[in-house]
């Protein structure tokens, strides 16, 4: 056991005295006024919504917060204490909550990697105050030591040598003894996730009959453990077409025991609230599953509160859909809500993702500027505590990713609190949606549009350099439109790219007549599973002489940006503009869009 591990089983220990205990009704809830409830946000009661509905949240990063130093408070300013603060969520209409677990996060010094330090000691933590707030528990089991995503799905340090037979043994293994551990510090578990956002991949592999084969085996290990307990299956991407009937048509082909589809959704990504009922609909009427969002957020204002780039900001697609308000954040929580209530009885609940993720230090001026100085001090407690997404210590298994982009919350401006700690009043939407407020409705927003079509810039020489128009224009080697409007980064286009086995060869080509000037050239790419940073990228041919320029890609939707500055044109001529994929590593995948040259 690592040092931080001990910390943490001291914290359990004494965690067991704080707090008081909220007046609860005969199911262990707090007794809640139903009647229609006085408040400054307007919530319309939603009457599909019953009493065994789920209203969920992820706080899985709570105590690296407040090992940081982070103070909560409830709505009268008093300072909460543990308890206190999972009282305060019972009170504002949560049912559950749902808390990450993965193997072993932390170096082979014993130094976290992050993103809430979350082991199976730090879970018994949460599930322990959880309960005695009368909540019930999701276990979010990654199967990973650190984060597993529709970007990348690793499998722990300890596992990596196993055959597949070892590894479904270690993971039968490591989910029952860890259900024991949980439940024997007084968690009521409800539902186990076996695998979190399995859309690419599950504990290292890539094949569904090795996936299932391993999903399986979870499965397993909790109908021994419990047969009482919920098991969900966790995809993303539900926008993109067909997949979800994709993914529950795998599950049942290869017989995995399960209980619920649990889908991602976040409305800045993952298409409209119509389209995830229609998904949802298909497996719940196809499958006989129970469904429901595992994960949703807003953002209650732009402004980046720890100095850490947010994965919503000023100029983020998707930002109009909602009101930047914790108005917006009631809204978008009752609208998703009611895509999974109108599904029907099988729709069972929602689940609000890490809404107590605030800064440990507010590093944003009130000019929204950033203080540096405190930025660089938030830093030093993120890679000690794990109060950051991940520490500079995870490069030791996640070098590509964590090792590179190591930092703070990107989702401090989506919490239900605000950056002091203070919550929100759409904290309180859980409890609203069953009851409805007397505020006035507000008024009407523009009718959202989900991705926002690119303004072509003022003398842009590129020619659907949106992809717009499929493929027209270009001169096409191996790029196809395949899954082009989920990949897009605006509008409903892009150049997409993928190689199964290596040996495919990506090239995009266009010819365009330029006048003499300096032009700059820009273009975005996303992606994952590459290799060498200099396989992806452009080249702009200019009488012989080659610009050129090159990006890595670091996860879906997770756009970096290609920038070629001081192309100098000094005759008429004809230019080549080269978008390429070579040499690409196994399974490598992404899409460029927004193409784009203009006189600088």
């Given at each position: ?82 308890q206190g603060f999972f009282d305060l969520l019972a009170e504002c209409g ?80 490591f989910t029952y003894h860890t259900l024991g551990y949980i439940a024997d ?416």
């Amino acid at each position: 056991m690592t040092t931080s591990k001990r910390l943490v089983s001291a914290a359990l220990a004494l965690s067991l005295g704080l707090g008081i205990m909220c007046s609860c009704s005969d199911d262990g809830l707090p007794a809640l006024d139903m009647n229609v409830q006085h408040s400054d946000i307007y919530v319309e009661r939603n009457e599909a919504v019953g009493d065994d509905f789920i209203m969920g949240v992820d706080v899985s990063s709570y105590f690296s917060e407040i090992e940081s130093g982070v103070t909560y408070y409830d709505f009268d300013g008093n300072v909460l204490d543990n308890q206190g603060f999972f009282d305060l969520l019972a009170e504002c209409g949560v049912t559950h909550v749902r808390i990450r677990v993965w193997n072993d996060p932390y170096d082979s010094s014993g130094r976290t990697f992050g993103g809430g330090h979350n082991d199976t000691d730090t879970a018994a933590l949460i599930a322990n105050l959880a309960g005695n707030a009368g909540l019930k528990v999701i276990l979010d089991f990654h199967y990973s030591d650190f984060w597993a995503d529709p970007s990348k799905q690793m499998v722990p340090r300890e596992w990596a040598d196993m055959d597949l037979e070892q590894r479904g043994d270690a993971l039968y293994d490591f989910t029952y003894h860890t259900l024991g551990y949980i439940a024997d510090q007084g968690a009521d578990i409800d539902i186990v996730q076996i695998g979190n956002e399995t859309t690419n991949g599950f504990c290292g592999y890539e094949d569904w009959p090795s996936m299932t084969s391993l999903m399986q085996r979870g499965s397993e290990a909790v109908r021994d453990f419990d047969g009482s307990i919920r098991i969900a299956m966790h995809f993303a991407n539900p926008e993109r077409e067909n997949a979800y009937s994709f993914y529950a048509d795998q599950l049942n082909t290869y017989g995995v025991d399960y209980d619920i589809f649990a889908s991602s959704y976040y409305p800045y990504w993952h298409g409209s609230t119509e389209n995830l009922t229609e998904v949802l609909s298909y497996v719940a009427e196809t499958y006989g599953k129970q469904v429901m969002v595992m994960e949703c957020s807003w953002s209650y204002t732009l402004q980046d509160g720890d100095g850490f780039p947010n994965t919503i900001g000023e100029g983020s697609d998707g930002i109009e859909n909602y009101r930047i308000s914790p108005q917006g954040q009631a809204d978008m929580l009752s609208a998703v809500t009611r895509a999974v209530t109108d599904v029907g009885s099988a729709g069972i609940g929602i689940c609000y993702w890490e809404p107590a993720w605030i800064p440990v230090e507010v590093a944003c001026r009130e000019d929204g500027t950033i203080d540096n100085a405190i930025a660089e001090s938030n830093m030093i407690l993120w890679n000690r505590n794990g109060s950051g997404w991940a520490s500079v210590f995870a490069d030791e298994y996640d070098p590509d990713d964590a090792g590179v982009y190591y930092g703070g919350s990107a989702v401090d401006n989506q919490a239900l609190f605000d950056f002091e700690g203070h919550p929100l009043e759409s904290l309180r939407t859980f409890h609203f949606i069953r009851t409805g407020t007397d505020a006035p409705v507000p008024e009407a927003t523009s009718t959202p549009t989900p991705t926002p079509v690119p303004v072509t810039a003022e003398g842009e020489v590129v020619v659907n350099g949106g992809f717009e128009d499929g493929l027209n224009d270009w001169e096409i080697t191996g790029f196809n439109t395949e899954d082009a409007s989920s990949n897009a980064r605006t509008g409903s286009g892009s150049l997409h790219f993928y190689s199964a086995d290596g040996s495919d060869d990506f090239t995009a080509v266009q010819l365009i007549d330029l006048e003499p000037g300096t032009y700059e050239f820009s273009a975005w790419v996303e992606g994952g599973d590459s290799g060498d940073s200099d396989q992806i990228g452009v080249d702009i041919t200019v009488n012989g002489t080659i610009y050129d320029g090159h990006s890595s890609v670091t996860g879906w939707q997770q756009w970096s940006q290609i920038v070629i500055s001081d192309i100098e044109i000094t005759e008429p001529t004809t230019v080549s503009i080269c978008i390429y994929v070579h040499n690409p590593t196994q399974g490598v995948w992404g899409a460029f869009d927004d193409v784009s040259m203009v006189p600088s």
